[in-house]
T-cell receptor, first 114, second 112 residues
């Protein structure tokens, strides 16, 4: 079975500091995508960043970057210069290209301390 | 473009009642799916569709039916609501073989 594990149910970080959210996944597939989604209190699901498994280079989007370790099946999200607006639930997700389903982890709630 | 539109945003049902959650997208996306979100459980896939006339079950399909008669619409039917179906429901869509999903704003359903 394909699974996504987020081992940190909650995390806190001081404003302007850097925080890393962990994610591991389990698959026997070789062709897949990985995602981080943000869900603020508004409940809207927002795509933060994505990574194609065939790319060795880690994806970056402004203050957000990933550390993709394919052999270890690890996909962590680093948020630099944390801002109050980053407070949200963050979901790691995985999609195999064979059937387009996206499997989500259980989420990490991130608190930003002023 | 409206993106993915879900209606209603909130709903209260009595046990045993039936209802349909509506989902429509105007992006000509082939792939559509329904998830439910429960505290501590993340998002779990209920049903999905890779195109008009094609649907398949996800992780938690029991108690729900879907159909996909057009590319734009993917309604989710609760046949006989149970308190265990109290949840937030999300509809999402994407082009097949491409990137991530676009999500609707969700429906908060309470079954009493």
């Amino acid at each position: 079975a394909q699974t996504v594990t987020q081992s940190q149910p909650e995390m806190s970080v001081q404003e302007a500091e850097t925080v890393t959210l962990s994610c591991t996944y389990d698959t026997s597939e070789s062709d897949y995508y990985l995602f981080w989604y943000k869900q603020p209190p508004s409940r809207q699901m927002i795509l933060v960043i994505r990574q194609e498994a065939y790319k060795q280079q880690n994806a970056t989007e402004n203050r957000f970057s990933v550390n993709f370790q394919k052999a270890a099946k690890s996909f962590s999200l680093k948020i630099s210069d944390s801002q109050l607006g980053d407070a949200a639930m963050y979901f790691c997700a995985y999609r195999i290209n064979r059937d387009d389903k996206i499997i989500f982890g259980k989420g990490t709630r991130l608190h930003i301390l002023p | 473009n409206a993106g993915v539109t879900q209606t209603p945003k909130f709903q209260v049902l009595k046990t045993g009642q039936s209802m349909t959650l509506q989902c429509a997208q105007d992006m000509n996306h082939e792939y559509m799916s329904w998830y439910r979100q429960d505290p501590g459980m993340g998002l779990r896939l209920i049903h999905y569709s890779v195109g008009a006339g094609i649907t398949d079950q996800g992780e938690v399909p029991n108690g729900y039916n879907v159909s996909r008669s057009t590319t734009e619409d993917f309604p989710l039917r609760l046949l006989s609501a149970a308190p265990s179906q109290t949840s937030v429901y999300f509809c999402a869509s994407s082009r097949t073989g491409l990137k991530g999903y676009t999500f609707g704003s969700g429906t908060r359903l309470t079954v009493v």
